[in-house]
């Protein structure tokens, strides 16, 4: 009947979305991480306010793993629409918590897991008095009955609750009496869980928070000095535009007079809110916007402009699969080359590429930095699984470097270079000096535009200028190589090597535990960035193979590889995409590694 | 010293520093009147140069930003996309001075949603449409604010309504609105003073007939069309504040506004009693002249009573563009607290 799971495995909560099931997902997340357990959740949810499936999955991970899994060991089954396809969810060796009336017959009779039939409507209804809250306290009933399962403790529960409530205690206490009814039951008619089991660990989880990645990033913005935003609501980037306004109105207010230290602004569209946010980059104001896939294609015509205008702006795209709806709500690394080259003519952008809630909270800070540097838009790609989901992390690091406000020529400046000529490369970098609207000099003012004008900023049609601003441009994104975020590298001089960038990290970090684990040592390199660092190719060459792995069709990185390296660099890759709509789990990883590694042995090739 | 060397403005700076580089339109074109009367306008207003963002879209109208106060930062955006930039700038550095140009077909058609939101914001800023009916810089399309049944110069008529953009800043909320004529600087400097001396956004809209492709008969928006229909509701007089008012008018002829920056526009009432706080009777006013064929110009309404977007958005005074880190950053402790460390 399987292994006995110790802290090593996955609850998953079967629902309907608009039950106010977040709140318990949250609890038993929170309940079994203050056991010592690192735990990562993961919420599956629909586009959708009300009435639609919606799962949530709770990880238990002794390893740390923060990845999706495909191995369900616990289902928690209270949507009866799903209930076929949920059963035949659970790895062997599983176990049911379900509403009784559900039927198990047929497909959804499996001898080979433990059912636990809960009369949850029948409880809640005899001891939820209040009708109106009776449908979210049903929800802590199955908190009740896992905690009993598992063994946690009511006072963790308890802890878990205030911290869920912190400012309601009245709530606290009302879902505290639903747990109690669904321990209860457990304690009286079910059986003891026998497969899966929480020990409580030390030392795993010491000095870790919860945080999702659109607030980590939000938190980067704030302390990065951005005071102007602009955006237009769209999931699943709005929490980060909510998330700053939150931050700003707790921290940004002056308590004596009311005042506050930035302005942010709902936009009537992706594009004004990235006109605005280039107004304000324009003016000298560090601005930032949040959007997914759908507001990139509005903001374009922007971007390309601010590009050859060159104007700082940062444009968070928290991608997800599109366009329009239908999957909305679900996980894509889809932007890739979209961003990167965005804008019509030759446009090439710096584009962050971070993998973890650390790094969203440091690229939000590095990204307002480089935009000034570079004076041009920055994107940072995060997703769908970064941006809305809690991850457990370490303690963000307190910045300790002053803001870089680039080249910016003041009033005194101008005094020592009245001759000064807003897109002449004075320093080699291709990087040109700019004024601020504002500046008191007479020499300060020049006439911005898109194309069209020569090293002063004046008109110019003439072949030979625009030509030398375009390698000028090109020489400036070569700066951007270096100055972009660079490659992390974990290296042990294995023949293969896994090359992934964004969320996908941490389904690599499983799968080359579990590619080790099957004799297959490699060695990894996480893009941090486009433009690509020079060591990117180094790691190809000191490799046989080399496997591209992301989250779309098409192999978007693998592509971006192809056109930047040599030939012989090329014939080293191999593209592995994974591109349902849920986050990649190690096996999406592990099992074409391997079949690869077959196949390439197969041909005689392989020397690992 | 020259005597014209001596004719300085109040900021003490010659006429000269308002001049631009020579315009690239068509001779005789209204934008470049325009032009000209913005230049009065700025040097008598006393403008600073370096506090001055130019900012437009794109179209004919949208050139004019380079040929006027060279000294200033100027911004030539996207087609329509201007009030969201400029919108931006003033949210960086209120300091700023915004004054945005654009066209009918920039203001009208791509523009229109941009346009809506601006006024809804109150945006600080003056907004002049240089309207000509028409597209100059793709040869002569009918633009939006075409009137029915107005006719192109090569043929085909206009089927489809107008959009008046003074009626639909009026009813959007916007809280200085003017119509003015290219020709008529008598009226459209100091309107355009006003508009700089009003806190919020200020809408002018003038009409600036095309030489080239919209100044022939079938054209409403011709010379000698707008001269013919003209009606002007009041005659605008600017007094810069702290200058006495000395005009003896007869009681009730004249509609004293007082602007936010403490200077007056007088309004001369002229045919019919026009009270330009009403904006019910702007409304009115606008839409039967319009039914009538008519053009009515002057200062259509004003309300100094809503606050401005950097107001509402409770800004300080101190431009956000030069708050610095320890402005903006958390301390270690608070930062701590939300950020895991504590």
């Given at each position: ?9 996955t ?8 039950s ?8 038993l ?12 959740p993961?919420?599956v949810?629909?586009?959708n ?13 002794a ?5 999706r899994t495909?191995?369900i ?16 969810s659970v790895?062997?060796?599983g ?11 047929g ?42 399962l ?5 006072s ?21 009496e ?33 945080i ?26 709005s ?7 939150a ?14 230290k ?8 992706e594009?004004?809110a ?22 990139i ?20 795209d ?5 366009p329009s ?12 080359s979209?961003?990167y080259s ?5 446009t090439?952008?710096?584009?962050l ?14 990204a ?8 041009c838009?920055?994107f940072?790609?995060?997703?769908l ?29 101008l005094?020592?270079h ?17 004024t ?8 300060a003012?020049y ?8 090293e002063e900023a ?12 375009l ?18 590298l ?13 969320s996908?990290?941490h ?13 297959l ?16 190719a ?11 792995v ?6 978007q990185l693998f ?11 090329i014939?080293?890759l ?8 849920v ?6 990883i ?19 | ?7 300085l ?19 005789g ?19 600073p ?15 004019t930003?380079?040929?006027f106060?060279d000294?200033a ?26 004054l945005?140009?654009s066209?009918?077909g ?7 949603g941009?346009y ?7 945006v600080?800023?003056?907004?002049i449409v ?5 597209y100059?810089l ?8 075409a009137?029915?049944?107005?006719t ?10 107008t ?7 009026i ?13 008529d ?9 006003a ?9 002018l ?10 100044d ?8 000698a069309y ?8 009041n ?7 702290g200058?006495e ?57 004003v309300?100094g009573?809503e ?6 958005e ?5 431009p ?14 608070t ?8």
């Amino acid at each position: 009947m399987g292994n006995k799971a110790v802290n090593d495995f996955t609850i998953r909560v079967a629902t309907v979305n608009g039950s106010g099931s977040q709140s318990s997902n949250l609890v038993l997340t929170n309940a079994i991480f203050r056991l010592g357990v690192p735990v990562a959740p993961k919420n599956v949810f629909p586009s959708n306010i009300e009435g639609l499936p919606t799962w949530y999955d709770i990880r238990a991970t002794a390893r740390g793993y923060r990845c999706r899994t495909r191995t369900i060991d616990l289902l928690v089954a209270l949507n009866t629409a799903t209930w076929t396809q949920d059963v035949a969810s659970v790895r062997s060796g599983g176990a049911i918590v379900h509403e009784s009336t559900y039927p198990v017959a047929g497909l959804t009779q499996r001898d080979d897991i433990t059912y636990y039939a809960v009369p949850f409507t029948e409880l809640a209804k005899t001891h939820v008095k209040d009708g109106a809250m009776r449908k979210y306290l049903t929800n802590m009933i199955y908190v009740g009955v896992l905690a009993e399962l598992l063994r946690i403790p009511e006072s963790t529960i308890e802890a878990a609750l205030g911290a869920q409530f912190k400012s309601k205690p009245k709530a606290a206490a009302a879902n505290l009496e639903a747990v109690r009814v669904g321990s209860a039951y457990a304690r009286e008619h079910l059986p003891p869980l026998e497969n899966i089991a929480i020990e409580p660990m030390a030392g795993a989880t010491d000095g870790l928070f919860f945080i999702d990645g659109n607030r980590a990033a939000a938190l980067g913005c704030l302390m990065g000095g951005c005071t102007v935003s602009a955006w237009y609501p769209i999931t699943p980037a709005s929490s980060l535009c909510e998330s700053f306004i939150a931050l700003c109105e707790k921290y940004r207010v002056d308590p004596e007079t009311g005042e506050r230290k930035y302005a942010i602004v709902q936009a009537e569209d992706e594009l004004a809110a990235v006109g605005m946010i280039i107004g304000a980059g324009w003016a000298g104001a560090r601005a930032m916007t949040a959007t997914s896939g759908p507001g990139i294609s509005l903001m374009a015509e922007y971007v390309g402009y601010a590009s050859f205008a060159e104007i700082p702006a940062v444009i968070f795209d928290v991608q997800r699969v599109g366009p329009s709806t239908g999957l909305p709500t679900r996980t894509m690394q889809g932007d890739l080359s979209f961003t990167y080259s965005l804008g019509h003519g030759d446009t090439k952008h710096p584009v962050l590429l971070p993998g973890t809630v650390d790094e969203l909270y440091e690229d939000g800070m590095a990204a307002l930095d480089l935009a000034e540097r570079m004076q041009c838009p920055v994107f940072v790609l995060s997703d769908l699984d970064l941006g809305m989901n809690s991850w457990l992390t370490k303690p963000f690091a307190y910045p300790e470097k002053p803001f870089d406000r680039g080249k910016i020529l003041r009033a005194e400046d101008l005094s020592a270079h009245p001759d000064w000529g807003r897109y002449r490369d004075v320093d080699g970098d291709g990087i040109p000096y700019r004024t601020l609207p504002g500046t008191d000099h007479p020499a300060a003012g020049y006439f911005t535009r898109g194309t069209g004008h020569d090293e002063e900023a004046k008109y110019s049609e003439n072949p030979e200028v625009w030509q030398r601003n375009l390698d000028r441009l090109a020489r400036k994104h070569e700066t951007a190589r270096t100055l972009v975020p660079q490659p992390l590298l974990e290296e042990t001089g294995s023949a293969i090597g896994i090359l992934a960038y964004g969320s996908t990290h941490h389904a690599v970090v499983e799968a080359r535990d579990l590619l080790r684990e099957a004799g297959l040592e490699t060695d990894y390199l996480r893009v941090r960035a486009l433009p690509l660092a020079a060591e990117v190719a180094a790691f190809v060459d000191r490799h046989e193979t080399v496997y591209v792995v992301e989250q779309n069709r098409d192999g978007q990185l693998f592509g971006i590889l192809r056109n930047e390296l040599l030939p012989e660099q090329i014939a080293r890759l191999r593209s592995l995409r994974h591109y349902n709509g849920v986050p990649i789990d190690a096996s999406a990883i592990v099992d074409p590694v391997l079949e690869s590694r077959r196949e390439l042995a197969h041909a005689g090739g392989a020397r690992s | 010293m020259t005597a014209a060397a001596q004719s300085l403005n109040i900021i003490g700076l010659a006429r000269e520093v308002y001049k631009g580089s020579p315009t690239t339109l068509c001779a005789g074109c209204g934008h470049n009147s325009i032009t000209n009367h913005l230049i009065k306008a700025l040097y008598e207003y006393g403008v600073p140069p370096h506090r001055l963002a130019k900012m437009s879209g794109i179209g004919c109208s949208s050139k004019t930003p380079a040929y006027f106060v060279d000294r200033a930062h100027g911004f030539n955006g996207l087609h329509g996309r201007m009030p969201s930039a400029a919108t931006g700038a003033k949210l960086a550095n209120r300091e700023l001075m915004v004054l945005g140009i654009s066209g009918d077909g920039d203001t009208a058609s791509i523009g229109l949603g941009q346009y809506c939101h601006m006024i809804r914001r109150n945006v600080d800023m003056t907004y002049i449409v240089e309207n000509n009916g028409v597209y100059g810089l793709t040869k002569g399309q009918f633009s939006a604010t075409a009137d029915v049944g107005s006719t192109l110069k090569h043929g085909g008529s206009n089927a489809y309504t107008t959009i008046d953009v003074c009626g639909l800043a009026i009813e959007l909320g916007a809280t200085f609105v003017a119509r003015s004529f290219s020709g008529d600087g008598k009226q459209l400097v100091p309107l355009l003073e006003a508009a700089f001396a009003h806190r919020g956004t200020a809408i002018l809209d003038v009409i600036s007939p095309c030489v080239t492709f919209n100044d022939h008969e079938g054209s409403t928006k011709s010379y000698a069309y707008v001269k013919e229909h003209d009606v002007l509701v009041n005659a605008p007089d600017f007094i810069p504040a702290g200058k006495e008012i000395v005009v003896d008018y007869e009681p009730g002829t004249v509609q004293d506004v007082e602007l936010d920056d403490g200077s007056h526009l007088l309004l001369r009432k002229l045919e019919r009693d026009y009270d330009a706080t009403d904006r019910l009777g702007a409304l009115r006013t606008i839409h039967e002249s319009r039914t009538r064929g008519e053009l009515v110009t002057g200062l259509l309404f004003v309300s100094g009573d809503e606050p401005d977007l950097c107001e509402r958005e409770r800004m300080p005074a101190r431009p956000l563009r030069n708050f610095a880190e320890g402005d903006l950053r958390l301390d270690r402790a608070t930062f701590a607290k939300i950020a895991g460390g504590a």
